[in-house]
């Protein structure tokens, strides 16, 4: 095993080309630490194998995603943006009062029933701070219901069955009107 002409010459292989010869006479030279090399990752899948590790990670929730809405910056004259949340799923009521709630369907054109929708999902003392909705309280649902409206009553004095409401008591901010208030 001098070299890899000897071996080349005492087979009966046909003569190497020489685009091989170089990569043979590597092979030749390191044959001992491929050897190694492969007896060392074989070794490591025995262990592995025999030790039963597993590479599987844990299924958890290792960040928090905040995705926060757009929201609008003080305009140069200083009138305050108005966000647009019609007919979101009231997560902070609050929020929506504070935003400019009336002022933004007013600026957007909105229909009275999208404001009269989106008035229904304020508790009471959410709905008597908004300027476009008003608490009622009628013999059907006598804890009381927001609607639309203003100091001069609700927007809509019918429901959608086309039924007239009858209402005992009207609150609008500090005011309340109606044959049954108390």
């Known amino acids: 095993m001098d070299s890899i002409d000897s071996i080349s010459s005492s087979s009966s292989l046909p003569s190497l080309s020489s685009a091989f010869r170089p990569m043979l006479e590597f092979m030749y030279e390191n044959v001992t630490y491929m050897f190694g090399f492969i007896v060392i990752i ?14 599987e990670m844990p299924m958890t929730r290792t960040k928090t995603l905040i995705i926060e809405g757009m929201e609008h910056k003080m305009d140069h004259d200083g009138d305050n943006g108005v966000e647009n949340t019609l007919l979101t799923l009231p997560i902070d009521l609050e929020k929506k009062l504070k935003s400019n709630f009336c002022n933004m369907h007013a600026k957007k054109g909105s229909s009275a029933t999208d404001i009269d929708n989106e008035c229904k999902v304020f508790g009471k003392a959410s ?30 004095g019918y429901d959608t069955a086309g039924k007239k409401i009858d209402v005992d008591c009207y609150y609008y901010k500090d005011s309340k009107s109606g044959p049954r208030c108390s």
Request: proline share 2%.
């Open 42 to 55: 074989f070794g490591i899948l025995v262990y592995i194998h025999m030790a039963d590790v597993t590479f």
């Open 127 to 156: 709905c008597l701070h908004a300027d476009c909705c008003g608490w009622v309280v009628t013999a059907e649902n006598p804890d009381g219901m927001c609607r639309s409206g203003s100091q001069t009553g609700m927007t809509f």
